[in-house]
DNA sequence: AGCACGCCGACT
DNA sequence: GTCGGCGTGCTC
């Protein structure tokens, strides 16, 4: 009997499609990890095989033939189908999009996987003057050696393929003269330092210490938390293990959570290793992406750099992962297959028995949990390289004091002390645009945004008001809608609002302002960046951006404008979010020699975890937010699950959800928490209703079997069927 | 998710 | 009379 072959195919259903093979295939030659190309309704699509089976689970009369097989050899090892099975069960995602997230656009469209670098048609004689003479019987012939003069180091394949004639005759015509080759261009990312091999840095002791430590753990499966002081060098400690990876002929896979991080750290990687470095982000053409990823997939390049996205890459023989910033949330994928890169990579190395080293300055509670339960190996760089001071921290209690703009008189004579010894200050402003509010001081009426739970954002550097959530705009009303009146009043801060204010309390000195608005130009905060570094600014302010990875060696003083508002939210992870940041923005402070200060501005100068965060530093306020989360039976003391729901019909989403919550609810269990339906904390977003439920637990097997069990009957209720629903594994958001 | 089938309003 | 609105049903 003829094996049947299970395919993965990228739709939102949660199962396998069964295919007679292609005629002429034999079956028992095929290997899981070949892409497949079916008819699938009325379409072919492309799909992916993970196992063959002696007998279907349709009828066979349902069956249909496979078209065609794409690949002679897997794309995708078996280490790698069992990492996206893993992943498809854990986060209770259709399996195809599971398998969809680990190929490139062009792969998934079934393109070759033949050759990781592109192929480039290159000259083989200098005078391609004669050359074209020579060819003057042959007008493509000469077409395409005149492009070849454009191009002395060869046309790229995709240019070739760009052209609406028959280049193909015409360059095999070439080649047959012996006036043009094809080579193939393996490195089109990393041309030149090759060859420059700069020599390791001298360790520290605690550097040596954390090498060691994880040099003695390559072969098999250790998770390590290195918990380093910003500026203590762990980027010397990944250079240095990667080294050793290398030596031991495996490749290594570096995941950083944005992308604009990756071009330092490219740089130092390809500065000191003669090996070709891959790099893979969203920012890439989907030609660059497909080229890393077979470079990783073949084996041919070594090291790779890439966010989240690329935990899922094949690597032909993976020695090592190290996720960088391990407690960043953009780890956290926040639509569609809502992943973890940071625990996928943790679960990855544990199938592979490789090491994996997750690094932070101020790690997450559930990793810090993880090393207190003896999951994680914890390694410590407490000291900053060069010895440089660690920041001194100041309340600023502005309660009863007369704000300029959100800047206490205190504020505002640091920051002029700072600039008086010609010293840069950092602001800290949690909002980009001018105003988050703008109000009707005659009758307090309030713009709002038509499609969504939330106030429009004013912007005044292009007279319009913005929704954040939505995207709506309009340009900026001058009277109030309600009653008439032009007394219309900008409330609460916003970036801009400070930087106009500070313009004007220092109208000497050069204040730039960083946020998604200011850098939105390509190009804009790489020139930013440069202005600050080469000291042509005073003042930088700024929104979360400026907490992210960048050194401001100039820095000295950091002003965070409210702390509050980030100690008192409905999200109970906000406390750890906000000592993250807070601990990351000073730590741009007072690099090298000069000792900086960080000022928090605050009403409420007795909060307790403010106080631990100051006194004993992240990891006392790590220690006691711990316990507040473990008194409160909050992850990491237990797990969570989101279902979310929304439609443009108000009643539809509660309705289900509800319907969720009673099906839970009959298979009842003391150990498993239902809550809600519940609206979201922005009912309302983009013109659609918004409800969520949340099922807690202490158990995760408990909490996952019951949501196995319940999403067959789920996908069947009529309910579902009127809104758009997904649940999400361990949210980090609760919105 | 796509894509088609299917039944009700304003247009050549 | 038809083009097209998006409800609902299916994909081995």
Same mark, same amino acid.
């Given at each position: 009997?003829?094996?049947?072959?299970?395919?993965?195919?990228?739709?939102?259903?949660?199962?396998?499609?069964?295919?007679?093979?292609?005629?002429?295939?034999?079956?028992?030659?095929?290997?899981?990890?070949?892409?497949?190309?079916?008819?699938?309704?009325?379409?072919?699509?492309?799909?992916?095989?993970?196992?063959?089976?002696?007998?279907?689970?349709?009828?066979?009369?349902?069956?249909?033939?496979?078209?065609?097989?794409?690949?002679?050899?897997?794309?995708?090892?078996?280490?790698?189908?069992?990492?996206?099975?893993?992943?498809?069960?854990?986060?209770?995602?259709?399996?195809?999009?599971?398998?969809?997230?680990?190929?490139?656009?062009?792969?998934?469209?079934?393109?070759?996987?033949?050759?990781?670098?592109?192929?480039?048609?290159?000259?083989?004689?200098?005078?391609?003057?004669?050359?074209?003479?020579?060819?003057?019987?042959?007008?493509?012939?000469?077409?395409?050696?005149?492009?070849?003069?454009?191009?002395?180091?060869?046309?790229?394949?995709?240019?070739?393929?760009?052209?609406?004639?028959?280049?193909?005759?015409?360059?095999?015509?070439?080649?047959?003269?012996?006036?043009?080759?094809?080579?193939?261009?393996?490195?089109?990312?990393?041309? @030149?330092?090759?060859?420059?091999?700069?020599?390791?840095?001298?360790?520290?002791?605690? !550097?040596?210490?954390? $090498?060691?430590?994880? %040099?003695?753990?390559?072969?098999?499966?250790?998770?390590?938390?290195?918990?380093?002081?910003?500026?203590?060098?762990?980027?010397?400690?990944?250079?240095?293990?990667?080294?050793?990876?290398?030596?031991?002929?495996?490749?290594?896979?570096?995941?950083?959570?944005?992308?604009?991080?990756?071009?330092?750290?490219?740089?130092?990687?390809?500065?000191?290793?003669?090996?070709?470095?891959?790099?893979?982000?969203?920012?890439?053409?989907?030609?660059?992406?497909?080229?890393?990823?077979?470079?990783?997939?073949?084996?041919?390049?070594?090291?790779?750099?890439?966010?989240?996205?690329?935990?899922?890459?094949?690597?032909?023989?993976?020695?090592?992962?190290?996720?960088?910033?391990?407690?960043?949330?953009?780890?956290?994928? !926040?639509?569609?297959?809502?992943?973890?890169?940071?625990?996928?990579?943790?679960?990855?190395?544990?199938?592979?028995?490789?090491?994996?080293?997750?690094?932070?300055?101020?790690?997450?509670?559930?990793?810090?949990?993880?090393?207190?339960?003896?999951?994680?190996?914890?390694?410590?760089?407490?000291?900053?390289?060069?010895? #440089?001071?660690?920041?001194?921290? %100041?309340?600023?209690?502005? %309660?009863?004091?007369?704000?300029?703009?959100?800047?206490?008189?205190?504020?505002?004579?640091?920051?002029?002390?700072?600039?008086?010894?010609?010293? !840069? @200050?950092?602001?800290?402003?949690?909002?980009?645009?001018?105003?988050?509010?703008?109000?009707?001081?005659?009758?307090?009426?309030?713009?709002?945004?038509?499609?969504?739970?939330?106030?429009?954002?004013?912007?005044?550097?292009?007279?319009?008001?913005?929704?954040?959530?939505?995207?709506?705009?309009?340009?900026?009303?001058?009277?109030?809608?309600?009653?008439?009146?032009?007394?219309?009043?900008?409330?609460?801060?916003?970036?801009?609002?400070?930087?106009?204010?500070?313009?004007?309390?220092?109208?000497?000195?050069?204040?730039?302002?960083?946020?998604?608005?200011?850098?939105?130009?390509?190009?804009?905060?790489?020139?930013?960046?440069?202005?600050?570094?080469?000291?042509?600014?005073?003042?930088?302010?700024?929104?979360?951006?400026?907490?992210?990875?960048?050194?401001?060696?100039?820095?000295?003083?950091?002003?965070?404008?409210?702390?509050?508002?980030?100690?008192?939210?409905?999200?109970?992870?906000?406390?750890?979010?906000?000592?993250?940041?807070?601990?990351?923005?000073?730590?741009?402070?007072?690099?090298?020699?000069?000792?900086?200060?960080?000022?928090?501005?605050?009403?409420?100068?007795?909060?307790?975890?403010?106080?631990?965060? $100051?006194?004993?530093?992240?990891?006392?306020?790590?220690?006691?937010?711990?316990?507040?989360?473990?008194?409160?039976?909050?992850?990491?003391?237990?797990?969570?699950?989101?279902?979310? #729901?929304?439609?443009?019909?108000?009643?539809?989403?509660?309705?289900?959800?509800?319907?969720?919550?009673?099906?839970?609810?009959?298979?009842?269990?003391?150990?498993?928490?239902?809550?809600?339906?519940?609206?979201?904390?922005?009912?309302?977003?983009?013109?659609? !209703?918004?409800?969520?439920?949340?099922?807690?637990?202490?158990? %995760?097997?408990?909490?996952?079997?019951?949501?196995?069990?319940?999403?067959?009957?789920?996908?069947?209720?009529?309910?579902?069927?009127?809104?758009?629903?997904? $649940?999400?594994?361990?949210?980090?958001?609760?919105?």
């Amino acid at each position: 009997m003829t094996k049947i072959l299970k395919v993965a195919v990228s739709v939102p259903l949660r199962r396998l499609f069964d295919y007679v093979p292609p005629a002429g295939t034999d079956a028992a030659d095929l290997k899981p990890g070949v892409r497949v190309e079916v008819p699938f309704g009325r379409r072919r699509k492309f799909g992916m095989l993970m196992g063959l089976a002696d007998e279907p689970e349709v009828d066979r009369g349902r069956l249909k033939e496979a078209s065609a097989i794409l690949d002679s050899e897997p794309l995708l090892s078996p280490d790698d189908l069992r990492l996206l099975s893993w992943a498809s069960r854990y986060y209770h995602h259709p399996i195809g999009e599971v398998v969809a997230a680990a190929l490139t656009v062009l792969l998934r469209k079934g393109s070759a996987a033949e050759w990781a670098g592109e192929r480039l048609l290159r000259p083989s004689t200098e005078d391609l003057a004669s050359a074209e003479q020579a060819c003057a019987r042959a007008p493509r012939q000469a077409a395409l050696i005149r492009l070849l003069r454009e191009h002395p180091n060869g046309v790229p394949h995709s240019r070739l393929g760009e052209l609406d004639w028959d280049w193909r005759s015409a360059a095999e015509g070439l080649i047959r003269k012996g006036l043009a080759s094809w080579c193939e261009n393996r490195e089109a990312d990393a041309p @030149a330092c090759h060859s420059a091999v700069s020599p390791p840095f001298t360790l520290n002791p605690d !550097q040596q210490e954390a $090498i060691a430590a994880v %040099r003695a753990a390559l072969g098999a499966y250790t998770a390590f938390l290195l918990e380093g002081v910003t500026g203590s060098g762990k980027t010397e400690v990944y250079l240095q293990l990667t080294q050793e990876v290398l030596a031991r002929g495996g490749q290594i896979m570096i995941l950083l959570p944005e992308i604009n991080l990756t071009p330092q750290l490219q740089a130092r990687f390809r500065s000191r290793f003669s090996v070709p470095v891959a790099i893979f982000h969203s920012g890439l053409t989907e030609a660059e992406r497909r080229r890393s990823w077979l470079g990783m997939q073949r084996g041919e390049v070594s090291i790779l750099l890439g966010t989240r996205s690329a935990v899922f890459m094949p690597v032909k023989s993976l020695g090592m992962i190290i996720l960088d910033e391990e407690h960043d949330t953009s780890f956290k994928q !926040q639509d569609g297959f809502r992943f973890s890169a940071r625990d996928v990579a943790v679960m990855r190395a544990r199938l592979l028995d490789i090491p994996v080293v997750l690094g932070s300055a101020t790690p997450s509670l559930e990793s810090v949990y993880n090393v207190s339960q003896g999951r994680y190996r914890h390694l410590r760089l407490p000291h900053r390289a060069g010895g #440089a001071a660690q920041p001194g921290f %100041r309340l600023l209690d502005i %309660r009863g004091h007369r704000l300029r703009e959100g800047l206490s008189p205190a504020l505002i004579a640091y920051i002029a002390e700072t600039l008086a010894r010609g010293e !840069q @200050a950092l602001l800290f402003v949690n909002r980009r645009g001018f105003a988050p509010t703008l109000t009707c001081h005659a009758c307090g009426w309030v713009a709002r945004c038509r499609r969504c739970d939330a106030n429009l954002v004013v912007h005044a550097g292009d007279h319009r008001l913005r929704c954040h959530h939505c995207g709506f705009e309009q340009s900026l009303v001058g009277s109030c809608s309600g009653c008439g009146s032009e007394d219309l009043r900008p409330l609460g801060l916003g970036t801009e609002r400070v930087e106009k204010a500070l313009g004007e309390i220092f109208p000497g000195a050069r204040a730039v302002r960083i946020d998604r608005d200011s850098t939105r130009r390509k190009g804009r905060l790489e020139a930013l960046l440069n202005d600050i570094h080469e000291g042509r600014v005073d003042i930088l302010i700024g929104t979360q951006m400026l907490a992210k990875g960048h050194h401001f060696p100039r820095v000295t003083l950091v002003g965070i404008t409210d702390v509050d508002s980030g100690l008192y939210s409905t999200d109970f992870r906000s406390g750890e979010r906000t000592a993250q940041l807070v601990t990351q923005v000073a730590g741009r402070a007072g690099r090298e020699e000069r000792m900086g200060t960080v000022v928090l501005q605050t009403r409420h100068p007795g909060h307790p975890l403010l106080h631990v965060l $100051i006194r004993e530093g992240y990891s006392g306020f790590a220690k006691a937010c711990s316990e507040e989360r473990r008194a409160a039976l909050l992850p990491p003391f237990a797990y969570q699950a989101l279902w979310r #729901a929304e439609a443009s019909d108000i009643e539809a989403p509660r309705r289900f959800l509800e319907r969720v919550a009673n099906l839970a609810n009959q298979r009842t269990s003391r150990d498993l928490q239902v809550l809600g339906p519940v609206p979201a904390p922005m009912a309302r977003r983009a013109g659609r !209703q918004r409800y969520q439920l949340l099922f807690q637990s202490g158990l %995760r097997n408990l909490l996952h079997g019951n949501i196995e069990a319940l999403l067959p009957r789920i996908s069947e209720l009529d309910e579902a069927k009127r809104v758009r629903w997904s $649940i999400d594994i361990d949210p980090i958001d609760l919105y």
